[in-house]
């Protein structure tokens, strides 16, 4: 199994940046396929990025397309989120998860089979 903990939410002004990390433990990261999701109140779960075990493919959700960057450091067991020009849309508890499925990456909760516990990214206007 692998733990993971995310770390760098808070609170932003509309196009402001932050950057999310989620460190893991327990497991090399390089086994899974790691995503970042969202949910904000009243709507449900979607996935934000995916990127495969090595970073070769990347997935965004289009309302992220050219503002957020997803990354990962093998060496250092790390993924990051960079979310540049943040709009009030993008309010949410973002969830760092990991994937055991054989497919180079994924954008369905279901193939995730262990989460973070969930960071709060609030964007001001």
């Known amino acids: 199994q692998v733990q993971l903990v995310e770390s760098g939410g808070g609170l932003v002004q509309a196009g402001g940046s932050l950057r999310l990390s989620c460190a893991a433990s327990g497991r090399t990261l390089r086994n899974y396929v790691m995503g970042w999701f969202r949910q904000a109140p009243g709507k449900d779960r979607e996935c934000v990025a995916a990127i495969s075990r090595y970073g070769a493919v990347l997935y965004y959700v289009d309302s992220v397309k050219g503002r957020f960057t997803i990354s990962r450091d093998n060496a250092k067991n790390v993924v990051y989120l960079q979310m540049n020009s943040l709009k009030p849309e993008d309010t949410a508890i973002y969830y760092c998860?990991?994937?055991?499925?054989?497919?180079?990456?994924?954008?369905?909760?279901?193939?995730?089979?262990?989460w973070g516990q969930g960071t709060q990214v609030t964007v001001s206007s």
């Open positions: 998860a990991a994937s055991t499925h054989n497919r180079d990456y994924s954008s369905m909760e279901s193939d995730y089979d262990y």
